[in-house]
């Protein structure tokens, strides 16, 4: 029990002070703390747990309020196990990383979502995708990047890289080498348009106003990929992507090849679900993904997208309205801001039809 003079000297005693002290257990608390709450006349107020402490009260073990408020703890805990997982040789399991910090598995998975927009996985993939780029361009064989990464079987490993660099990493390698793009270059209303496939679907929509510049832009992200000139056939696939050019405002069942880190996917898929005719702020879109403080990495996301209009990057603005910025131009950016804001609003009004402007494909061979 504390002594009652030494409470006097140190004591605030006002209601509603951020900490409490108890006079039978000796022991303070936050006022949130879950434990039992005592009886009015043991309770002493504090507006520190420094005063607490020189009071005589001793800090609760359960909401440790000596130690930061709770959101501060939580911070300081998912930082640590980032820190452990970017340090970590080999995977770490949920449950190893919750232990380690004192946390329950879910409370653990949750926050670490909640700060991160990430799961502890998804986070460890991520990072591990990432160094696996580093690696591999350094030259480093694929059989001694998949030891140094800590991956426990070829298997994981080959099913990681595959989704994170969008070809096995024997190809990302080589530059892409053996992997065969098809490819037309047109023209559309806002300029030139190049349309580049893979077996998966469509890997790259550029614009710009020259074609030959198009075509070195793909050359430079393909470097050693066999890239094929469209025939007959892809020019359903240029019909489609022009159409979506020329009236970005409706929706597309084309097929993608969406090729990104996980963070960028993220970003990417937030901004397939913002409606034609709408805008989306950058620091709403990071709030969106879960990530309200990555508002810099949400903009380098946007610049960085290859599939121009069918992952509609054109979208994000800053929060006053402002552009802050487009990859292929912002005169493209309000045009297509403009022709969805006109095209909804007619169709709003009375159902007015637009009728599609034709184009003609002129095809390139590389």
């Keep these: 029990m504390v002594d009652p003079s030494i409470y006097m000297e140190n004591s605030a005693d006002i209601p509603g002070a951020p900490w409490r002290g108890v006079l039978t257990t000796g022991i303070y608390c936050r006022l949130n703390c879950g434990s039992r709450r005592p009886s009015d006349e043991n ?3 504090f507006h520190s747990s420094e005063q607490a402490e020189e009071a005589g009260f001793r800090p609760c073990k359960r909401c440790k309020p000596n130690e930061g408020s709770h959101e501060d703890r939580n911070k300081d805990a998912i930082a640590e196990a980032c820190r452990l997982i970017e340090n970590s040789m080999i995977a770490v399991s949920v449950s190893a990383l919750a232990h380690s910090l004192g946390m329950s598995e879910g409370h653990f998975h949750r926050t670490f979502r909640k700060y991160t927009g990430l799961t502890p996985r998804a986070y460890a993939e991520g990072k591990r995708a990432a160094d696996l780029r580093g690696k591999l361009v350094k030259g480093k064989s694929v059989t001694e990047t998949l030891c140094d990464a800590g991956f426990g079987s070829s298997g994981r490993f080959y099913a990681v890289t595959n989704k994170a660099l969008g070809m096995t990493p024997t190809h990302f390698v080589q530059g892409g080498v053996h992997e065969t793009l098809y490819f037309a270059i047109g023209e559309t209303t806002l300029g030139s348009i190049l349309i580049a496939s893979s077996q998966k679907g469509v890997a790259a929509i550029l614009l710009g106003d020259d074609p030959d510049n198009l075509l070195v832009d793909l050359q430079i992200r393909f470097p050693n990929a066999d890239l094929i000139g469209g025939d007959a056939e892809f020019e359903s696939t240029v019909a489609l992507v022009v159409g ?3 009236s970005p405002q409706n929706a597309s069942d084309l097929p993608l090849d969406i090729r990104g880190t996980v963070f960028q996917r993220r970003v990417w898929h937030a901004l397939r679900a913002v409606p034609a005719g709408k805008t989306i702020s950058y620091d709403e879109l990071a709030k969106q993904i879960g990530h309200p403080r990555a508002i810099s990495a949400v903009a380098s996301a946007c610049a960085s997208n290859p599939l ?7 979208r994000v603005v800053k929060s006053d309205g402002r552009f802050f ?6 005169e493209r950016k309000q045009a297509f801001l403009d022709r969805e804001s006109n095209q909804v609003t007619q169709g709003a009004e009375g159902g007015a039809t637009m009728s599609l402007r034709q184009n003609k494909h ?4 590389p």
Aim: glycine share 8%; proline share 4%; with cysteine.
């Design 43 to 45: 309770i002493r107020y």
């Design 244 to 246: 979506l050019v020329e």
């Design 308 to 314: 121009a209009v069918a992952i509609p990057c054109h």
């Design 325 to 330: 910025g487009y990859a292929w131009g912002l």
């Design 362 to 365: 002129q095809f390139k061979q």
